[in-house]
């Protein structure tokens, strides 16, 4: 469980969060949803001290974020960003087990580990060998997913991680990650531009604008009882027919 | 490239700095103090990091001992030969283990050595000291001279007889035609190329002094290196250089020396120039040396030269043949004397071997080529390892800091505009000695800023988000340091170790300046005897190492680089 009490950040002035509180549960799947720049992201920098904030805290399965605790926090998430943040010049086994060998597991511990990462995240192993740039966009993503879980972190951060996808492989990860996340009790944070994305993965919307927590709530929270004419316009926008919830 | 236009084109910047300087340039007034404190103290730091070890290691350079007395040369034939003489002269008297260090660059070396103690006595003119060194009124004036020697520390014998004064020639037709005999004819032929030394140019006692005194018209002579002026003149590049009056080449080349009809030059007698107290010391060795009082007389000089210049003997040979006929007093040959006596030194024994008039192939592969290739390897290697472990550091620091960036790099890049020489004189008289470790040192630096830059560069172009990657992977400091950035930076940090390594093979060639050896050995007395086989004797093996050092470098990418990163950092 998270538990964000107040937590901001500015940059230079402009504001990147306001001052929020909000409490994220344990095996969840919570949306952050919102145009570029309204903050999802650096909420997701701040719970992974990547920033720091201006104020507030964040409090983790009951462990406070702080210098002191920042890098087993680390060890406890799985972050994963656009692309899959893969490392150039490591080949896909070597970037999956970074940490593990990191952390000095031993040999054995890794190669379950891993076997059992490239199963869940279904990489064909004899990708394992090859370097980031001889894969396909959606091996890339896959392999980024398969690092994120290798710790089987109980927290899980996606920093809008399909929307370098093309549709069809997009819609393949997103049905997938979903079942996944959902077997696996993962709690997840997801940060997306994208309604349809969002309506796909669960039913816990926070949609943001400028800093700003709009309205938390289902799809047809949005659609049916929105809190601003911000949230009709934003839904508007995307096309975001009734007909086409997949719920 | 030849030291002397490597140096003319280090000594460009400092020069453009300083007119932006004296024109009073906003802004650059304020930062040069910082800078340059911040050069002094990387100079400090490196300097007292590296002087120990090297110092225990290297016997050959060791300051001289009470028994001991070091011979200091210049880098022109003359300087060589008399160098060889004095040696020879002062091991007769069976006192002590005498060397020779031969070829130490320019006057402002030899001072520097000798003032430090690296080296203990060589051969002056008169007229060099009094105004170029002392800065006397009247240069011909020989009590005022040994006056201001003595306040000094240092003292001069009598001369040994012979005044190699510095004299404008031009070729004998050519004068002839345009009926120029006398300095001031020249006036009237403002049209004359002049080509002059570096030295001759900037000192006091020169071109300065020489174009006001005569009212030349010439605005701009062509600054050339000693050797390479006849070689210009002969083909017809030049027609007015600056010579030693008992210069083989005059009559070599058929020049004619201009009557110094004002009276400008004055009195360059040569003279023994050593510290105070070698008298005491060593006194032996000292009556040795007074014998060669009056020794050598003009005539004289011109055809130890001439037999060293054009008839190819070495400069060992000459001087030994000359030694032979002096009234010393007998002590046994040089040999049984003084228990440990040393044998000839050995860069003028293998100068003197390449300067016979022999084949390419002949001299490139003679005898010492082994030694050489050690030394400049040596010295390329080992200012390099010093140069990678003190710059990746730095550069690291800079790409961590926009303020050390901004700092570590002015004075690293400062450094490169410090010419060759002038660092190699500061660096001699730091460390009181001559050598492998002043070469090491002016190679560590210069070899510092492509390290240093490449480095920084490497780091800052990781993108941020593989940064942002490996922090939230939950790696430590030190393991994104070395699992991530510094393998991601790896080609951009070859490719500056390489430019600094193939820099490197070009630079050690000033090494010989000072006595550290190295190809340079045989660039600098291909110069001094204007022989272009050993010139390329000794540039063809620098190049040639050059392009190994290349291969070597992409060899070594092609094995450290994952296969992904190796075409970015390409040659």
Redesign the interface.
Known sequence: MIEVRGLSRSFGGKVALAPLTARFGRGRVSVLLGPSGCGKSTLLRLLIGLVEPDAGSVEIDGIPLGPGTVMALRHRTGYVIQDGGLFPHLTARDNITLLARHLRWDELRIRRRLAAVTELARIDPRLLAQYPSTLSGGERQRIGIARALLPDPPLLLCDEPLSALDPITRDDLQRELKDLFGALGKTVLWVTHDLHEAAALGDDILLMRAGELVQRGSLSDLLDRPADPFVTRFVRAQHAVPAERSR | MTAGTRHSTRRALPVRLADALAAGMPGTRARIPAMAAAIVVILAATLVAGAAPARASEPALERPQAKALVVGSKRFTESYILGEIVRRTAESAGEAAVRHEPGLGNTGIVQAALRSGAIDVYVEYTGTLAREILRLPDPDDAAALAEALRREGLAVSRPLGFNNTYALAMPAAQAEQLKIARISDLAAHPKLRLGLTQEFLGRADGWPGLRTRYGLPFRTPRGMEHGLKFGAIAAGQLDVIDVYSTDAAIERHALRVLEDDRGWFPRYDAVLLHRVGLEQRLPRTYAALRVLEGRIDDPTMRSLNARAEVGGESFAAVAAGFVARLPLPAAGTPEAAAGGTQPPSRAVADAGQASGRRSLAGTLFDADFLRLTGEHLVLVFASLLASVVVGIPLGIWCAGSPRARRWVLAAVSLVQTIPSLALLAFLIALYARIGMLPALTALFLYGLLPIVRNTCAGLESIPP??R?????????RS?RLL??EL??A?GAILAGVQTSAVINVGTATIAAFIGAGGYGERIATGLALNDATVLLAGALPAAALALAVQGLFHALEQRL?????RQRSGA
């Open positions: 988000a593989l942002d990657a490996a922090v939230a992977l939950g790696l430590s393991a699992r991530i393998p991601l790896l680089l994952p296969p992904p990163l």
